[in-house]
Protein backbone atom coordinates (compact mmCIF):
# COMPACT_ATOMS: atom_id res chain seq x y z
CA UNK A 1 0.00 0.00 0.00
CA UNK A 2 1.93 3.17 -1.60
CA UNK A 3 -0.77 5.24 -0.81
CA UNK A 4 -2.79 7.98 -3.16
CA UNK A 5 -0.22 9.85 -5.08
CA UNK A 6 -0.97 13.39 -6.85
CA UNK A 7 0.81 14.77 -9.07
CA UNK A 8 2.30 17.74 -9.21
CA UNK A 9 2.18 19.09 -5.71
CA UNK A 10 2.22 22.60 -6.91
CA UNK A 11 1.13 24.63 -10.07
CA UNK A 12 1.31 28.13 -10.72
CA UNK A 13 -0.57 29.31 -14.19
CA UNK A 14 -1.44 31.95 -15.72
CA UNK A 15 -5.10 32.49 -16.45
CA UNK A 16 -6.53 31.23 -19.55
CA UNK A 17 -4.00 28.32 -19.36
CA UNK A 18 -5.09 24.68 -19.50
CA UNK A 19 -3.60 22.43 -16.76
CA UNK A 20 -3.72 18.50 -15.88
CA UNK A 21 -3.79 17.05 -12.86
CA UNK A 22 -3.26 13.74 -12.05
CA UNK A 23 -4.09 10.86 -9.47
CA UNK A 24 -2.70 7.39 -8.74
CA UNK A 25 -5.08 5.99 -5.95
CA UNK A 26 -4.55 2.80 -3.62
CA UNK A 27 -4.47 -0.33 -6.35
CA UNK A 28 -7.29 -2.17 -5.19
CA UNK A 29 -9.74 0.98 -4.76
CA UNK A 30 -12.80 1.06 -6.93
CA UNK A 31 -13.81 4.46 -5.74
CA UNK A 32 -11.98 7.55 -6.78
CA UNK A 33 -13.41 11.15 -5.85
CA UNK A 34 -12.29 14.76 -6.32
CA UNK A 35 -12.21 17.68 -3.85
CA UNK A 36 -11.62 21.16 -4.21
CA UNK A 37 -10.53 23.03 -0.53
CA UNK A 38 -10.37 27.18 -0.56
CA UNK A 39 -8.36 28.48 2.09
CA UNK A 40 -10.33 27.76 5.57
CA UNK A 41 -12.87 25.48 4.17
CA UNK A 42 -13.65 22.03 4.15
CA UNK A 43 -13.02 20.31 1.10
CA UNK A 44 -16.32 20.67 -1.31
CA UNK A 45 -17.19 17.76 -3.72
CA UNK A 46 -15.96 17.63 -7.07
CA UNK A 47 -16.84 14.39 -8.91
CA UNK A 48 -16.65 10.48 -7.72
CA UNK A 49 -15.66 7.69 -10.11
CA UNK A 50 -16.53 4.02 -9.31
CA UNK A 51 -14.16 2.22 -11.50
CA UNK A 52 -13.77 3.80 -14.33
CA UNK A 53 -17.18 5.40 -14.64
CA UNK A 54 -17.90 8.59 -13.70
CA UNK A 55 -21.33 8.47 -11.58
CA UNK A 56 -21.60 12.04 -10.17
CA UNK A 57 -20.38 15.34 -10.75
CA UNK A 58 -21.00 18.49 -8.59
CA UNK A 59 -22.40 21.36 -10.19
CA UNK A 60 -19.42 23.38 -8.91
CA UNK A 61 -17.48 21.55 -11.56
CA UNK A 62 -17.97 23.97 -14.69
CA UNK A 63 -17.80 22.91 -18.83
CA UNK A 64 -14.35 23.70 -18.15
CA UNK A 65 -13.03 20.98 -15.87
CA UNK A 66 -13.13 17.56 -17.14
CA UNK A 67 -11.91 14.34 -15.37
CA UNK A 68 -11.30 10.89 -16.63
CA UNK A 69 -10.50 7.32 -15.08
CA UNK A 70 -9.12 5.49 -18.10
CA UNK A 71 -9.46 1.59 -17.17
CA UNK A 72 -10.58 2.21 -13.73
CA UNK A 73 -6.67 2.90 -12.81
CA UNK A 74 -5.51 6.44 -12.37
CA UNK A 75 -7.45 9.55 -12.59
CA UNK A 76 -6.55 13.06 -14.46
CA UNK A 77 -8.50 16.46 -13.71
CA UNK A 78 -8.30 18.84 -16.40
CA UNK A 79 -9.00 22.53 -15.98
CA UNK A 80 -9.17 24.97 -19.27
CA UNK A 81 -8.85 28.69 -19.49
CA UNK A 82 -8.57 28.66 -16.05
CA UNK A 83 -9.43 31.68 -13.73
CA UNK A 84 -7.79 33.18 -10.65
CA UNK A 85 -11.24 31.73 -8.73
CA UNK A 86 -9.60 28.10 -9.43
CA UNK A 87 -6.69 29.08 -7.02
CA UNK A 88 -7.28 25.87 -4.11
CA UNK A 89 -5.75 23.29 -3.19
CA UNK A 90 -7.44 19.98 -5.47
CA UNK A 91 -7.58 16.62 -3.33
CA UNK A 92 -8.12 12.90 -4.67
CA UNK A 93 -8.95 10.15 -1.74
CA UNK A 94 -9.92 6.89 -2.96
CA UNK A 95 -11.64 3.86 -1.08
CA UNK A 96 -12.87 0.33 -1.15
CA UNK A 97 -15.94 1.25 0.24
CA UNK A 98 -17.38 0.98 3.10
CA UNK A 99 -13.60 1.80 4.07
CA UNK A 100 -12.99 5.43 4.93
CA UNK A 101 -11.22 7.56 2.50
CA UNK A 102 -7.85 7.12 1.61
CA UNK A 103 -6.72 10.64 0.83
CA UNK A 104 -3.58 12.41 -1.43
CA UNK A 105 -1.33 15.56 -0.75
CA UNK A 106 -3.28 17.07 -2.88
CA UNK A 107 -2.62 19.92 -5.69
CA UNK A 108 -2.24 23.65 -4.67
CA UNK A 109 -2.75 25.04 -8.15
CA UNK A 110 -2.32 29.05 -8.37
CA UNK A 111 -3.71 31.44 -11.21
CA UNK A 112 -2.13 34.18 -11.85
CA UNK B 1 -26.38 26.88 7.71
CA UNK B 2 -23.73 23.96 7.12
CA UNK B 3 -25.08 20.67 7.31
CA UNK B 4 -21.77 20.01 9.45
CA UNK B 5 -20.81 22.89 12.02
CA UNK B 6 -17.56 22.70 14.20
CA UNK B 7 -16.55 24.53 17.20
CA UNK B 8 -14.42 26.42 17.25
CA UNK B 9 -12.82 27.31 14.50
CA UNK B 10 -9.63 28.20 16.66
CA UNK B 11 -8.07 26.70 19.35
CA UNK B 12 -4.79 27.61 21.08
CA UNK B 13 -3.13 25.09 23.59
CA UNK B 14 -0.77 24.52 26.18
CA UNK B 15 1.26 21.02 25.59
CA UNK B 16 -0.28 18.36 28.08
CA UNK B 17 -4.26 19.70 28.10
CA UNK B 18 -7.31 17.80 27.50
CA UNK B 19 -8.57 18.92 23.85
CA UNK B 20 -12.01 18.74 22.89
CA UNK B 21 -13.25 19.35 19.50
CA UNK B 22 -17.07 19.18 19.11
CA UNK B 23 -19.34 18.51 15.35
CA UNK B 24 -22.97 18.91 14.88
CA UNK B 25 -24.64 18.13 11.95
CA UNK B 26 -28.10 18.29 10.61
CA UNK B 27 -28.77 15.38 8.36
CA UNK B 28 -29.46 11.69 8.39
CA UNK B 29 -26.12 10.16 8.23
CA UNK B 30 -24.52 6.42 7.75
CA UNK B 31 -21.23 7.22 9.30
CA UNK B 32 -19.36 10.36 10.34
CA UNK B 33 -15.48 10.65 9.96
CA UNK B 34 -13.11 12.83 11.54
CA UNK B 35 -9.63 13.90 9.37
CA UNK B 36 -6.73 15.10 10.40
CA UNK B 37 -5.22 17.58 7.86
CA UNK B 38 -1.06 19.06 8.62
CA UNK B 39 0.41 22.08 6.91
CA UNK B 40 0.75 21.42 2.85
CA UNK B 41 -2.57 19.25 2.45
CA UNK B 42 -2.15 15.56 3.32
CA UNK B 43 -5.70 14.21 4.83
CA UNK B 44 -5.36 11.58 7.55
CA UNK B 45 -8.48 9.26 7.90
CA UNK B 46 -8.44 8.67 11.86
CA UNK B 47 -11.95 7.54 12.62
CA UNK B 48 -15.10 6.35 10.92
CA UNK B 49 -17.76 5.42 13.08
CA UNK B 50 -21.57 5.01 13.05
CA UNK B 51 -22.10 4.90 17.06
CA UNK B 52 -20.53 5.08 20.40
CA UNK B 53 -16.96 5.49 20.89
CA UNK B 54 -13.45 4.90 19.37
CA UNK B 55 -10.09 4.77 20.85
CA UNK B 56 -6.77 5.08 19.20
CA UNK B 57 -4.06 6.33 20.85
CA UNK B 58 -4.44 9.55 22.80
CA UNK B 59 -6.98 10.06 20.62
CA UNK B 60 -11.02 9.72 21.57
CA UNK B 61 -14.23 10.02 19.21
CA UNK B 62 -17.82 9.84 20.53
CA UNK B 63 -20.81 10.12 18.54
CA UNK B 64 -24.38 10.78 19.92
CA UNK B 65 -26.80 9.71 16.73
CA UNK B 66 -30.01 11.04 18.59
CA UNK B 67 -28.71 14.71 19.34
CA UNK B 68 -26.70 14.43 15.82
CA UNK B 69 -23.69 15.34 17.94
CA UNK B 70 -20.05 14.32 17.84
CA UNK B 71 -16.92 14.72 19.94
CA UNK B 72 -13.17 13.90 19.26
CA UNK B 73 -10.85 14.45 22.59
CA UNK B 74 -7.46 14.45 22.77
CA UNK B 75 -5.95 13.54 25.87
CA UNK B 76 -1.73 14.15 26.80
CA UNK B 77 -1.77 16.85 23.98
CA UNK B 78 1.07 17.37 22.28
CA UNK B 79 2.61 20.02 19.92
CA UNK B 80 3.13 17.36 17.23
CA UNK B 81 -1.22 17.17 17.23
CA UNK B 82 -1.19 20.37 16.10
CA UNK B 83 -2.98 20.35 13.15
CA UNK B 84 -6.22 20.92 11.09
CA UNK B 85 -9.16 18.75 12.54
CA UNK B 86 -12.37 17.88 10.06
CA UNK B 87 -15.59 16.67 11.06
CA UNK B 88 -16.98 15.10 7.90
CA UNK B 89 -20.48 12.70 7.58
CA UNK B 90 -21.51 10.10 5.10
CA UNK B 91 -25.22 10.89 4.08
CA UNK B 92 -26.08 8.99 0.57
CA UNK B 93 -28.15 11.18 -1.28
CA UNK B 94 -26.52 14.51 0.37
CA UNK B 95 -25.12 17.61 -1.36
CA UNK B 96 -21.56 15.22 -0.39
CA UNK B 97 -21.68 13.29 -3.63
CA UNK B 98 -20.99 9.94 -4.48
CA UNK B 99 -21.71 6.72 -3.00
CA UNK B 100 -20.69 7.91 -0.05
CA UNK B 101 -21.97 11.69 0.01
CA UNK B 102 -19.04 12.75 2.23
CA UNK B 103 -19.91 16.34 3.67
CA UNK B 104 -16.96 18.12 5.53
CA UNK B 105 -17.14 20.52 7.95
CA UNK B 106 -14.89 23.69 8.00
CA UNK B 107 -11.84 22.48 10.66
CA UNK B 108 -10.78 22.92 13.33
CA UNK B 109 -7.32 24.67 13.61
CA UNK B 110 -5.28 23.25 16.63
CA UNK B 111 -1.96 24.45 17.84
CA UNK B 112 -0.60 23.20 20.69
CA UNK B 113 2.29 25.05 22.30
CA UNK B 114 5.33 23.79 24.26
Known amino acids: DTGVSQNPRHKITKRGQNVTFRCDPI?????LYWYRQTLGQGPEFLTYFQNEAQLEKSRLLSDRFSAERPKGSFSTLEIQRTEQGDSAMYLC??????????FGNGTRLTVT | KNEVEQSPQNLTAQEGEFITINCSYSVGISALHWLQQHPGGGIVSLFM???GKKKHGRLIATINIQEKHSSLHITASHPRDSAVYICAVSSPGGSGGGADGLTFGKGTHLIIQP
Open chain 1, 93 to 102: ASSLSPSPLH
Open chain 2, 49 to 51: LSS
Open chain 1, 27 to 31: SEHNR
